[in-house]
């Protein structure tokens, strides 16, 4: 049950969540966050599936690497939200005449609801052979890998934080096999310390490795992205 409240004199806009019956406390929470955020109604207003298309949006704004020709593959990628903002920017569906066409390849555990311009596959990433499913679909090396692939939270901080260094160190050696030389990998961590091994290894390969966290990354969450460009080959 949510309802809009407002005081005496200045309007409070927010939207406050009853906890109701058999609803958890932190499901209430969620609900009243999702409610009170900008990037959730923008997402809604210009018809992206998340509030995570604006991360990757203010990366790329950022890096400049979703160029017009790139090769790319978006691991985790439902609901589509990267998806929806690379496929015009690497100009997939080759709609910028005069301009290189890119290709961008999806892969997640779940099921995503077809995005024109984009190679939609499930598949678990962390299974033994996946890393050669993906090499295969490829047929060639990539300018991009970007992963956003996080397990869901077992609210239990310390496993998650290393599930999510598991995740994002498939990812990262899947982009060693990948890349081309000069290529890019981003991909989400969390702040917690276990992430400096990974750092030291993409310092080694790439010649320049930030860690950034957009706007759009909700201040509370300990998330963070790492950008790694030029990668040596
Ligand atoms: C935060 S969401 C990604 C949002 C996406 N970037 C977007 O813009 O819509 C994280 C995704 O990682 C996926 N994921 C987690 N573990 C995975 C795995 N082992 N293999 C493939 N996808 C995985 C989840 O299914 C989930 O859809």
């Given at each position: ?6 005081g ?71 609901p ?43 598949l ?13 679909w ?85 998330e ?10």
């Amino acid at each position: 049950m949510a309802k809009n409240t407002s005081g005496r004199g200045q309007r409070d806009l927010t939207v406050k969540v009853k906890t109701a019956r058999g609803r958890k406390m932190s499901s209430t929470m969620w609900l009243q966050r999702q409610l009170n955020d900008p990037y959730v109604s923008r997402a809604r207003a210009e018809g992206f599936r998340g509030r995570a298309a604006f991360k990757i949006m203010e990366l790329d704004d950022k890096f400049r690497f979703l160029v017009p020709g790139a090769r790319v593959v978006d691991l985790g990628c439902a609901p589509g939200g990267w998806l929806q903002v690379a496929v015009p920017r690497i100009n997939a569906l080759g709609e910028k005449s005069g301009k290189a066409v890119g290709r961008i390849i999806g892969v997640d555990l779940q099921e995503v609801e077809p995005i024109a311009g984009a190679e939609i596959h499930q598949l678990d990433f962390m299974e033994d052979d996946a890393d050669e499913k993906v090499k295969e679909w490829l047929g060639g090396q990539a300018d991009v890998v970007m992963s956003d692939m996080a397990a869901s939270a077992s609210g239990h901080k310390q496993t998650d934080h290393l599930r999510i260094i598991a995740l994002c160190d498939a990812a990262a050696h899947f982009a060693f096999e990948v890349l081309s030389e000069g290529g890019t990998f981003v991909a989400k961590v969390l702040a917690g310390g276990a992430e400096g091994e990974l750092q030291k290894l993409l310092k080694q390969k790439f010649t320049k490795v930030v860690n950034v966290k957009p706007p759009a990354s909700r201040a509370d969450s300990s998330e963070k992205f790492v950008v790694a460009t030029g990668f040596r080959g």
